[in-house]
Every structure is written in structure tokens, then in C-alpha cells.
């Protein structure tokens, strides 16, 4: 397989994959504000970040998604992320507006731990909605917080996933790391979880997560980039039993927020050398295995 090392190669190399399209379980669209000010943070390398961290991707949600789509990105999510209470419901209003003008994105929500979280988000999951986004090192929470037993005994009934981002990477807090995240999983063992980042920098850890829990998965979101190799290089003893999960492993790019060509996340996984069906499920066909809802696995 000839890896993309340019944007303009990823359409050519989803073809020569065999698959109609890219799966991207990593995205971020919020309202125009909100998203600015998120760039002001990555612009002044503010303190979650911990480096220098150019956003290669900036312009109006139109731009950006005429950019996915020209990459052939044909399923994408949103997910907005609630760093404070009372926040949740105005980003979840937003973004499902924005899935209902956009066919490609899978309707995106978020939640804060706060007295009402449990209600909105069981109206959410009645709404339709098919992913959460929770950011425990920007929100610095607790997910033993009280409020939000509620919200995972919801998504474990619904199956609908939750994309967490729960390692330590790139700046850790008291909140993050594996043990939180253990700590809920035995509580609600049934609660789908894609861990994103795949975990960085406890991969080992969170890798042992989802082998322990068959509805626990990993996103391979900036892992394996030459700009994670300096500060969280995967370990290439675990690279065997990450191949093995090869049904659990979901493409993610953190588009538009990433400092380098979104063809380069590509490349850094055909550089795996996991042959093409792996490419396949983990681009592709994996989506269909998780998601539920109307278009939500690419076929309508």
C-alpha cells in the first residue's frame, strides 16, 4: 500500500483500499466562538498543551467541511466538549443543528458533571444523538463525580459511545490516567468507551482496558505521527496486541485541530505494516460495527 503524504493522495489511497470512503470518529466542530477560542489556546500553547501546536485547518464550518469531504471523509462526528457546568446543553443544541445541515457527521453531544447532566443527556440519546465527547483534562473532572452515574448508566443502556479523552497526554491533571477511567468501566462494564489518543501516554494500560471489556475501543487519533513520537511514541512491544484488536480500533485525526497535513495520520498507519484489511476496518468498516441510527455506518 502506498501511503498518502499529501491530502491530494488520501482519495486515491481510499480507493486502493477497496473502501467508498474515510471513517473519522475524531472531529471537532462548535460554534464559531467557541471554536475561536479554542484556537486562541493552541495559538499561545496554553497550559493543556504544553508545546507548540500550530492548528493547520482554521476557517468557517463550511471550509472545513468542504475539506473533509474533498478528502473523502463520508462519516465524521463533531463532538463539542464541555469544559465547565452549564455549558452542555447550549454546545448539544448547537451541534445537533449543525448534524442536521451536514448529511456526513453523526450527531455529536457532550456533558458535564452538574445536577441536570443525566436528564440531558437521556434526552439527547431520545433525540438521537450517537456519540458523547467527555474531556476529563480540560474540563478537570472526576468521572467518580456523583452527577454523572446517571449519564454512563445511559450510554451503557443505549450503546451509544462516549469518545473519552482520559490519558494523561499531552499535560496530565489529578484527573486523568487509566485508574479513573477502571474505576467507572467497573461499575458499568458494558459502557461503550472509545478512548482517545488510544490512551497517550498509558497505552499499556488502556490497551489492557479494552482487552478486559469487549465494548471498550481505542482511536488511533495523532498516535503513531511524527509529532507524538517525541513526547508519546508508542511502545512496540504492545503494537502486536493493538493489531489484535483490529475490530475496536477507530480512525481519528482531531481535524481541524492538528499541526501537520491530515494525510499524514494516514501515512503514519500504513507505516504499521498491518496489511490492508486492517487499514480497511480501522478507516472504514469498523464505524458500521459501532455506531447505530440512520447513516451512521455509510450505506444510506
Same mark, same amino acid.
Given at each position: 500500500?502506498?501511503?498518502?503524504?499529501?491530502?491530494?493522495?488520501?482519495?486515491?489511497?481510499?480507493?486502493?483500499?477497496?473502501?467508498?470512503?474515510?471513517?473519522d470518529v475524531h472531529v471537532h466542530f462548535m460554534p464559531p466562538?467557541?471554536?475561536?477560542?479554542?484556537?486562541?489556546?493552541?495559538?499561545?500553547?496554553?497550559?493543556?498543551?504544553?508545546?507548540?501546536?500550530?492548528?493547520?485547518?482554521?476557517?468557517?464550518?463550511?471550509?472545513?467541511?468542504?475539506?473533509?469531504?474533498?478528502l473523502g471523509v463520508r462519516r465524521f462526528t463533531a463532538l463539542?466538549?464541555?469544559?465547565?457546568?452549564?455549558?452542555?446543553?447550549?454546545?448539544?443544541?448547537?451541534?445537533?443543528?449543525?448534524?442536521?445541515?451536514?448529511?456526513?457527521?453523526?450527531?455529536?453531544?457532550?456533558?458535564?458533571?452538574?445536577?441536570?447532566?443525566?436528564?440531558?443527556?437521556?434526552?439527547?440519546?431520545?433525540?438521537?444523538?450517537?456519540?458523547?465527547?467527555?474531556?476529563?483534562?480540560?474540563?478537570?473532572?472526576?468521572?467518580?463525580?456523583?452527577?454523572?452515574?446517571?449519564?454512563?448508566?445511559?450510554?451503557?443502556?443505549?450503546?451509544?459511545?462516549?469518545?473519552?479523552?482520559?490519558?494523561?497526554?499531552?499535560?496530565?491533571?489529578?484527573?486523568?490516567?487509566?485508574?479513573?477511567?477502571?474505576?467507572?468501566?467497573?461499575?458499568?462494564?458494558?459502557?461503550?468507551?472509545?478512548?482517545?489518543?488510544?490512551?497517550?501516554?498509558?497505552?499499556?494500560?488502556?490497551?489492557?482496558?479494552?482487552?478486559?471489556?469487549?465494548?471498550?475501543?481505542?482511536?488511533?487519533?495523532?498516535?503513531?505521527?511524527? &509529532?507524538? *513520537? !517525541? +513526547?508519546?511514541?508508542? %511502545?512496540?512491544?504492545?503494537?502486536?496486541?493493538?493489531? /489484535? $484488536?483490529?475490530?475496536?480500533? =477507530? &480512525?481519528? *485525526? !482531531? +481535524?481541524?485541530?492538528? %499541526?501537520?497535513?491530515?494525510?499524514?495520520?494516514?501515512? /503514519? $498507519?500504513?507505516?504499521?505494516? =498491518?496489511?490492508?484489511?486492517?487499514?480497511?476496518?480501522?478507516?472504514?468498516?469498523?464505524?458500521?460495527?459501532?455506531f447505530t441510527g440512520p447513516g451512521a455506518s455509510g450505506h444510506?
Amino acid at each position: 500500500m502506498t501511503s498518502p503524504t499529501v491530502d491530494a493522495d488520501v482519495p486515491a489511497f481510499l480507493a486502493a483500499l477497496g473502501i467508498p470512503g474515510l471513517a473519522d470518529v475524531h472531529v471537532h466542530f462548535m460554534p464559531p466562538r467557541v471554536m475561536a477560542a479554542v484556537w486562541r489556546h493552541f495559538d499561545l500553547a496554553g497550559p493543556f498543551l504544553g508545546r507548540e501546536w500550530p492548528v493547520l485547518y482554521k476557517g468557517s464550518d463550511e471550509e472545513r467541511v468542504s475539506v473533509l469531504r474533498s478528502l473523502g471523509v463520508r462519516r465524521f462526528t463533531a463532538l463539542p466538549y464541555a469544559h465547565k457546568p452549564g455549558i452542555a446543553t447550549f454546545l448539544n443544541e448547537w451541534a445537533w443543528t449543525f448534524a442536521a445541515s451536514v448529511p456526513e457527521c453523526l450527531p455529536s453531544a457532550t456533558f458535564f458533571p452538574e445536577p441536570e447532566a443525566g436528564k440531558y443527556v437521556a434526552a439527547a440519546i431520545e433525540q438521537g444523538v450517537q456519540v458523547f465527547k467527555a474531556h476529563v483534562q480540560v474540563g478537570d473532572f472526576e468521572l467518580a463525580d456523583p452527577y454523572l452515574r446517571p449519564v454512563f448508566g445511559a450510554l451503557e443502556d443505549s450503546g451509544v459511545p462516549l469518545v473519552l479523552h482520559a490519558g494523561s497526554g499531552p499535560v496530565p491533571n489529578s484527573h486523568t490516567g487509566p485508574e479513573p477511567v477502571a474505576g467507572v468501566l467497573r461499575s458499568y462494564p458494558r459502557l461503550p468507551v472509545i478512548i482517545a489518543h488510544a490512551g497517550a501516554p498509558e497505552y499499556r494500560e488502556f490497551l489492557e482496558l479494552a482487552e478486559r471489556y469487549e465494548r471498550v475501543m481505542l482511536d488511533t487519533t495523532m498516535v503513531f505521527t511524527d &509529532f507524538f *513520537s !517525541d +513526547f508519546a511514541a508508542y %511502545p512496540p512491544e504492545l503494537l502486536g496486541r493493538f493489531a /489484535a $484488536l483490529r475490530e475496536r480500533v =477507530l &480512525f481519528g *485525526s !482531531d +481535524f481541524p485541530n492538528i %499541526p501537520y497535513p491530515y494525510a499524514h495520520a494516514l501515512e /503514519a $498507519l500504513v507505516r504499521l505494516d =498491518l496489511g490492508d484489511d486492517w487499514l480497511a476496518d480501522v478507516c472504514w468498516h469498523n464505524l458500521g460495527r459501532v455506531f447505530t441510527g440512520p447513516g451512521a455506518s455509510g450505506h444510506s
